[in-house]
């Protein structure tokens, strides 16, 4: 049975910095590509990083330079460091087990309940 739990969300003034986590229950967590993808209301979900089985990351546009997503393999966990956070990236951020394909991100289906992350301005 896979579970996704995220933790980390809150509330920041823009500017700030947060530390997402994700822990992950998984069988060989480590021969799994993972991802953060982040959800505001009436929009679909988009992908904000990616990280491959042999740790290389990648990044959406938008977060680039700020955010640093990694993973510990010995701890079945990926993190998402966010920092210049801005009032567009307030949203729900879900990490989330993915294919990655011509370097392209698919999600395998397994979602957790997400963490929400509120910039202030």
């Known amino acids: 049975q896979v579970r996704l739990v995220e933790s980390g969300g809150g509330l920041v003034q823009a500017g700030g910095s947060l530390r997402l986590s994700c822990i992950v229950s998984?069988?060989?967590?480590?021969?799994?590509?993972m991802a953060w993808y982040r959800q505001t209301p009436g929009k679909q979900r988009e992908l904000v990083a990616s990280i491959s089985t042999g740790g290389n990351p990648n990044y959406a546009e938008s977060v680039k330079g700020r955010f640093t997503i990694s993973r510990d393999n010995a701890k079945n966990t990926v993190d998402l460091q966010m920092t210049s956070l801005t009032p567009e990236d307030t949203a729900t951020y879900y990490c989330?087990?993915?294919?990655?394909?011509?370097?392209?991100?698919?999600?395998?289906?397994?979602w957790g309940e997400g963490t929400l992350v509120t910039v202030s301005s």
């Open positions: 998984v069988d060989k967590f480590s021969l799994n590509a």
């Open positions: 989330t087990i993915v294919n990655m394909i011509g370097g392209f991100s698919f999600p395998q289906g397994y």
